[in-house]
């Protein structure tokens, strides 16, 4: 039994009860126009002033509850949904994975955002800064432009994206220089994951790309594999317990094709896997105490002794009933003796008796019986059987009249039974005593010789386990249909349905074929039919199960493990490190997961998509398709400085694959640097105030009167937003 | 296209990314197979069930999925065997 060491299991964290928070004041910023900046993530929106340094951060999350003990209708958002449990079915999210659909549930998170920043006002009187996905549809766009020009009356509105302002607020230029970093952004966001080329501080949006796998397509991934590999798991495993644990335990691999080669070894993969602990509960078993047990022996040998009181009442009863009969009938043959002819026939048939032997074989049963049961009583079961005399076998027929033939048959009849048993019996007792002999033999060639012995029994333990193992084989053939058993199946099938079976002179004679004349004919239906055989199957068993059950006894090297049942369930040293087995009654074992492969296979299909169904490239290859648009020297100040962001970019292991994947594809002398965002999470709000913070925010916004005139799709064209239905500035 | 002599107009328009164009292609590499039980490298496929398999000992496991099993591992890699 695979016995882990305490350090490697690791129980699942527990849920904290979400934390209420406060509204700021308003008054720092009441009436001022500070800029507001939302970063309308798809996991997380994150809002704050620009002058603060850090956002404000929800899960972006909705949900409509009606409470039951009140009947008041609830909105919650973000981890709020976790404090009551009927509201997770109900929430919503504004992203329908990458893109943003859902309005309803993008104005109450937007709402949620004003209050907790303290807005009281009938209008929102901040420029908003918003993010929104790279080339990002023009109807989710129109929507939000609409939503918050016409609900919350902003002054103006401007658009980013959020990659480009992580990289902004790590590649920050001191003023007066002008923004004009080169760099290549790698941005991992929750559904997707982009990729965007900086030149001269400007984003290319032309010459980005988008590979449609992020975070959340990896978790649902993991979640998959965890339920493939245990099928039978006693509780659910949940997305978010399945992002936490993919957070946790999953990393990038340098080279996986070589980490896979590592892992092929069962100790190394042992050694390589994670342990996790779901919450279980012991079941209660009611361990009876001694005297319960007692007390119950006693309860039921009572209930016996009952029984058998009883039935000894009954028997009795019955006795002292036919004994009552008999002194009846008793009395009525005396009548016989002293009535004459008449009026005994007509007492008899009152008794219900058609003549006098009736009544005289009646009373010699009744005699009979009573006699029995009183023996019964006194000896108990052992009985004394007389052999029975039959004298009138003897005698020819010619001398018997014609009741004393009768009487002859039944006596013949009766001697022929009793021959029979005798017979049985004497049968019975020679198996009997030649079973004893057998084993009495097979004791002294143990006591004398256990080696040989066991040798033989061993040899035949063997013998029978390849007669099993063939007719498993056999059937095995039967299924395919070009093996040649079932050729020959079909060739017996054919032969017996042909016409030259019969010969011809015999099909002018009569017709019928001679089937079954002979009883080894139908010995071929067991061949033809592949479901026979199943009698021999169970024989082949029992015999196996009595050699082993011998052996196990007497041998002392032969165990648990060489019997035909342990040795037909053993799963190769791969298989059981891969997915540890555990014991029947084991709850805690069975209520473990097991992450082994799992834990670089996962972060693997970022790289390769195809891995996991995903028709798309994967990052390595995109990255060298967005750069082959490129010329050498462009080329060349892109990678320098490729910039690695977003939530998912925190998982190990990312920046030396990232570097292991490129350097082989770039010329040997071109310098390539990876750089991970300071606080991946929060870079892209914090590039963001940054930028509300200048001058170029006021000239990049679309003010109200703008988008009067334009619609909700237009925007203007800067270098951190995008291009599709842009306007130059 | 040109036309009387004029240069050929900027195909400013033809680059404007939209959500769908930029989209990344499907992949051109060769894809390397991988168990679809274990996730090691997978040499050999079932031709029963279409499974990819990692060595012997894990050939007898596939031997004793059922099939629906079977198909859910399929579909853990995309490949939906549904005959309609």
Same mark, same amino acid.
């Given at each position: 039994m695979y016995e882990p060491s305490e350090l490697d299991i690791t129980r699942l964290p527990v849920v904290p009860f979400p934390t209420v928070y406060q509204p700021d004041s308003y008054d720092d910023h009441r009436g001022k126009g500070t800029p507001l900046?939302?970063?309308?993530?798809?996991?997380?929106?994150?809002?704050g002033f620009a002058t603060s340094s850090t956002p404000r951060s929800g899960l972006n999350a909705i949900a409509r509850y009606k409470e039951r003990k009140q009947n008041r209708p609830l909105l919650l958002f973000g981890e709020g949904i976790d404090s009551e449990s009927g509201a997770k079915s109900q929430t919503r999210t504004p992203w329908e994975g990458d893109v943003l659909l859902n309005?309803?549930?993008l104005e109450n998170a937007l709402d949620y955002a004003f209050i907790q920043l303290g807005i009281d006002t009938s209008s929102v009187e901040h420029p908003v800064l918003m993010t929104e996905r790279l080339a990002s549809p023009l109807h989710s766009r129109a929507l939000t432009s609409e939503l918050m020009f016409e609900q919350y009356s902003v002054p103006s509105l401007a658009y980013c994206v959020d990659s480009v302002m992580s990289f902004y607020h790590n590649n920050l230029p001191t003023p007066p220089t002008p923004f004009t970093s080169d760099g290549l952004v790698v941005s991992f966001n929750s559904a997707s994951t982009s990729i965007v080329p900086i030149l001269n501080g400007k984003g290319l949006m032309s010459h980005s790309k988008r590979i449609p796998w992020g975070a959340v397509q990896s978790t649902e991934y993991l979640l998959k594999l965890v339920q493939l590999k245990y099928p039978t798991f006693p509780t659910r495993v949940t997305s978010s317990q399945t992002s936490w644990i993919m957070q946790e335990f999953c990393e990038f691999a340098i080279d996986y094709p070589a980490k896979l080669r590592e892992l092929k070894d069962p100790l190394k993969m042992r050694a390589?896997?994670?342990?996790?602990?779901?919450?279980?509960?012991?079941?209660?078993v009611e361990?009876?105490?001694?005297?319960?047990?007692?007390?119950?022996?006693?309860?039921r040998k009572e209930q016996g002794r009952k029984l058998q009181e009883l039935a000894a009442k009954s028997r009795q009863e019955k006795l002292v009933q036919r004994e009552s009969e008999l002194q009846n009938l008793l009395s009525l043959r005396e009548k016989r003796d002293t009535e004459n002819k008449k009026d005994w026939q007509s007492t008899l048939a009152a008794e219900g008796f058609d003549n006098d032997a009736a009544l005289d074989g009646t009373i010699k049963k009744l005699e009979a019986s009573l006699k029995k049961a009183r023996k019964k009583d006194v000896d108990g079961d052992e009985m004394e059987e007389e052999a029975p005399s039959f004298p009138l076998i003897d005698v020819p027929d010619a001398d018997l009249d014609e009741e004393q033939l009768k009487e002859k048959k039944k006596q013949k009849l009766m001697k022929a039974g009793y021959d029979a048993r005798e017979r049985a019996r004497k049968e019975k007792d020679r198996e009997r005593e030649e079973r004893e002999a057998g084993e009495k033999r097979e004791e002294d060639e143990r006591d004398n010789d256990l080696e040989g012995w066991a040798i033989k029994m061993r040899r035949e333990h063997e013998a029978i386990m390849n007669k099993i193992k063939e007719r498993n084989r056999r059937k095995a053939a039967l299924t395919d249909r070009k093996s040649a058993a079932s050729q020959a199946r079909m060739k017996n099938?054919?032969?017996?349905?042909?016409?030259?079976?019969?010969?011809?002179?015999?099909?002018?004679?009569?017709?019928?074929?001679?089937?079954?004349?002979?009883?080894?004919?139908?010995?071929?239906?067991?061949?033809?039919?592949?479901?026979?055989?199943?009698?021999?199957?169970?024989?082949?068993?029992s015999n196996l199960q009595l050699v082993e059950e011998k052996l196990l006894a007497y041998d002392p090297s032969f165990t648990v493990d060489h019997t035909h049942a342990s040795l037909a369930s053993q799963k190769s040293a791969l298989v059981s490190a891969f997915k540890p087995p555990y014991e029947e009654g084991d709850v805690e074992g069975k209520t473990?997961?097991?992450?082994?492969?799992?834990?670089?296979?996962?972060?693997?299909?970022?790289?390769?998509?195809?891995?996991?169904?995903?028709?798309?490239?994967?990052?390595?290859?995109?990255?060298?398709?967005?750069?082959?648009?490129?010329?050498?020297?462009?080329?060349?100040?892109?990678?320098?400085?490729?910039?690695?962001?977003?939530?998912?970019s925190q998982l190990p292991g990312l920046v030396d694959r990232l570097h292991a994947t490129l350097r082989p594809i770039l010329p040997p002398e071109m310098p390539l640097h990876i750089f991970k965002a300071k606080e991946p999470s929060v870079d892209a709000w914090k590039g963001m105030a940054d930028f509300a913070k200048t001058d170029e925010f006021r000239t990049v916004s679309v003010t109200k009167a703008e988008y009067e005139e334009w619609g909700g799709e237009r925007i203007k064209r800067w270098w951190g937003g995008n291009w599709n239905s842009s306007v130059p500035l | 296209m040109a036309i009387d002599g004029e240069a050929a107009p900027s195909s400013q328009e033809e680059d404007m990314p939209t959500y769908c164009s930029i989209e990344a292609p499907p992949s051109v590499l060769p894809q390397k197979h991988y168990c679809d039980i274990t996730g090691l490298e997978a040499p050999y496929t079932d031709p029963a069930t279409g499974l990819r398999y990692h060595?012997?000992? !894990?050939?007898?496991?596939?031997?004793?999925?059922?099939?629906? !099993?079977a198909k859910d591992y399929l579909s853990a890699r995309g490949v939906n065997p549904i005959v309609k």
């Open positions: 900046v939302i970063d309308n993530g798809s996991t997380n929106l994150r809002f309005f309803d549930a390589a896997g994670r342990i996790i602990q779901f919450p279980f509960t012991l079941p209660i361990e009876k105490t001694e005297e319960e047990l007692n007390r119950v022996s006693e309860r099938i054919a032969h017996l349905a042909a016409d030259e079976r019969v010969p011809k002179k015999r099909r002018k004679a009569n017709g019928d074929d001679m089937f079954g004349a002979d009883d080894a004919d139908w010995a071929i239906y067991r061949k033809i039919n592949p479901a026979a055989g199943s009698s021999d199957e169970e024989e082949d068993l473990r997961i097991h992450l082994n492969v799992e834990r670089w296979r996962v972060c693997e299909a970022w790289l390769s998509p195809s891995m996991a169904g995903v028709d798309s490239a994967g990052l390595g290859e995109v990255i060298q398709n967005v750069l082959a648009r490129f010329s050498d020297a462009e080329k060349g100040r892109l990678v320098k400085n490729i910039f690695v962001t977003g939530g998912p | 060595d012997k000992s !894990v050939y007898d496991l596939i031997k004793g999925l059922s099939t629906t !099993v």
